[in-house]
């Protein structure tokens, strides 16, 4: 992107000049101010973040800052160099090489992941999903709350975990190894896409994201997708701007990947090829049909075994994927659109990275507007339309989640600091160690939110489920009906299921069947629902008070019924009870 020098409008309309400058009008002085006291609020605001002083959501203050300080540039002639102190300390930090930053970037990722462990050391419910999948596998607990629409891949790095070490620690390893993995990806990409430094700036602010950084400590899927996906999104570009490349050859096993990690990939995944399209032209990759075919028919042969599953669970090859947009908590389509819309980009990013991820849509528009064939530009329109057809695709076809577009908060982020660093001229390097600097801050500060604000509703929900849990842990066959069907199955051993789930399948033979409702419980039935769902059997009844949030815990056992003859089963993909043998809760 070429930079035009910074020439304010009066020197362009004839404005008369006074010793080389502007005369800078009341408006833009008052801009200066605002501008200069908003940067200091939110450089304070973070600081005293990080020291654990203030709490809840941080002010955007660099949301004000950053216009008003654009208002009060264009007072200015030409924008004088940086002082010769300020030039000083920012050629010092250019001696530290790029991937001793990387490097420090990992570090601080690692140190946050185990100062959260202690902020949320119960599992919750999403993780006890796949915990218990993966457990399943290893010593046939029963896979409470697992869904046939669910993928494998991470249940399968949770069993290896398992196996080494039984216990929360172990899975919550593999939530750190998928987050350095996605870091150093994003940095090895954005340094190919930008230079070195830019990739550890970008980095950076990635990890001090809100969005990003909330789901750090968890056992889940979604930022090792990101590392996978974002590894497509380079070779695509690898295989336009590199004569003779080879990238369209590698490209499908990374997509395969991030597909057998996280389905909802399907919906990102269409929006990069989509993308990849309007920026290139389709004459581009038709020139590649060779490789552009080989690509897809190994793609598509990856798939088979996904195919035959889901043609044999649900009678379709797509069953799975289309019964995962069914399962999405949304009140009407478009409304995961709408909501990433109300929360953009701030919520997503923080005050710091709302910023970067706003230039990086000024980038993208400018890159449109030149309207060229260089391939920076196409660069810049591929990168920036694969966020914003991610927001569209994903928004429309499932419920809004700020872990499902971070795709599209690493390109605008990566796109942002490369706008910001060829916008500000020779004031490149003073302001990308602004940038630098202030997101050191932000990721302890944002750690320290996470901590206080964010975690212990989560927690304190934890601590009645596993109070409950804890009691009811059997070594007999066992099945909760409960709304907290994973967490419960999980801390106790047995298997557990909703009450919409039970109401559909007959009760299982020789498993002790418990009830529980909680005191402020969710999705739980009323007075004449729970007459029917017991069906005239001999009951117990007994209370176990919790320090959660959720209250007492109301748990209905139904006596064992004889065995009798088949009758029918559980929901397709779930367990009806659990295996004799199976070890207690106490175990774990």
Not at 263 to 291: C, D, H
Not at 328 to 352: E, H, K, T
Not at 428 to 443: C, E, H, I
């Amino acid at each position: 992107m070429t930079t035009a020098p910074v020439i304010s409008p009066g020197s362009v309309r004839g404005a008369p000049e006074t010793s080389g400058e502007v005369r800078t009008p009341r408006g833009r002085r008052v801009a200066l101010v605002v501008a200069v006291v908003a940067a200091l609020a939110a450089v304070v605001q973070q600081v005293l973040l990080a020291v654990g002083i203030g709490g809840g959501q941080p002010w955007p203050w660099l949301l004000v800052a950053v216009p008003a300080w654009l208002l009060a540039r264009r007072g200015l002639r030409v924008v004088p160099a940086p002082p010769p102190v300020v030039a000083r300390a920012v050629d010092r930090l250019g001696r530290i090489p790029a991937w001793a930053g990387a490097a420090g970037v990992l570090a601080m990722a690692a140190a946050v992941w185990a100062a959260l462990q202690d902020d949320e050391p119960l599992i919750g419910h999403e993780e006890a999903v796949y915990a218990n999948k993966a457990r399943s596998w290893l010593d046939g607990t029963p896979d409470a709350g697992w869904g046939t629409y669910r993928p494998v891949g991470l249940p399968v790095l949770g069993r290896i975990a398992l196996a080494v070490h039984d216990d929360v620690g172990a899975l919550r390893v593999v939530a750190l190894l998928l987050t350095l993995f996605t870091l150093i990806t994003t940095y090895l990409v954005a340094a190919r896409l930008a230079t070195p430094r830019r990739a550890v700036v970008a980095t950076l602010l990635l990890l001090g994201g809100l969005g990003f950084l909330r789901r750090v400590p968890q056992f889940l899927n979604d930022i090792g997708a990101t590392g996978l996906l974002l590894i497509v999104v380079y070779l695509l570009v690898r295989a336009q701007e590199k004569p003779g490349s080879r990238a369209l050859y590698a490209l499908p096993f990374a997509a395969l990947a991030a597909f057998y990690l996280r389905y909802g990939v399907v919906g990102t995944l269409a929006a990069v090829v989509a993308a990849a399209v309007l920026a290139y032209g389709p004459r581009a990759w038709l020139a590649q049909s060779r490789r552009l075919a080989l690509g897809v028919g190994v793609f598509l042969a990856g798939l088979v075994p996904h195919f035959v599953y889901a043609t044999e669970v649900t009678g379709s090859p797509l069953g799975l994927i289309l019964s995962a947009t069914e399962h999405a908590g949304r009140s009407y389509v478009g409304d995961g659109l709408v909501y990433y819309v109300s929360i953009f980009p701030y919520r997503l990013a923080g005050d710091l990275g709302a910023v970067v991820m706003a230039a990086g849509l000024w980038g993208l528009g400018a890159a449109i507007r030149r309207r060229r064939q260089q391939h920076h530009d196409r660069r810049s329109v591929f990168l920036g339309m694969s966020a914003i057809l991610t927001f569209v695709v994903l928004g429309v076809a499932t419920d809004g989640e700020p872990r499902f577009v971070y795709l599209s908060v690493v390109l605008l982020t990566v796109l942002g600091v490369q706008t910001l660093a060829e916008a500000a001229g020779r004031w490149s390097a003073t302001v990308l160690a602004a940038v630098a600097a202030l997101a050191a801050v932000t990721v302890p500060a944002t750690a320290q939110y996470v901590a206080h604000d964010a975690m212990p509703g989560p927690n304190a929900q934890h601590l009645s489920t596993v109070a409950v849990a804890r009691q009811l842990a059997s070594d007999r066959p066992c099945l909760l009906v409960t709304g907290y069907e994973p967490d419960l199955g999980w801390y106790s051993g047995c298997d557990a299921v909703t009450f919409g789930q039970y109401r559909r399948m007959a009760p299982p033979s020789g498993a002790e069947v418990s009830l529980i409702l909680f005191e402020r419980g969710r999705s739980q039935p009323g007075p004449a629902s729970l007459r029917r769902l017991i069906g005239g059997r001999a009951t117990t009844t007994r209370t176990i008070p919790t320090e959660g949030s959720l209250g007492t815990a109301t748990v209905i056992t139904l006596r064992a019924e004889r065995p009798g003859p088949p009758r029918t089963t559980a929901p397709a993909g779930r367990s009806a009870s659990r295996p004799p043998g199976t070890r207690s809760a106490a175990a774990w």
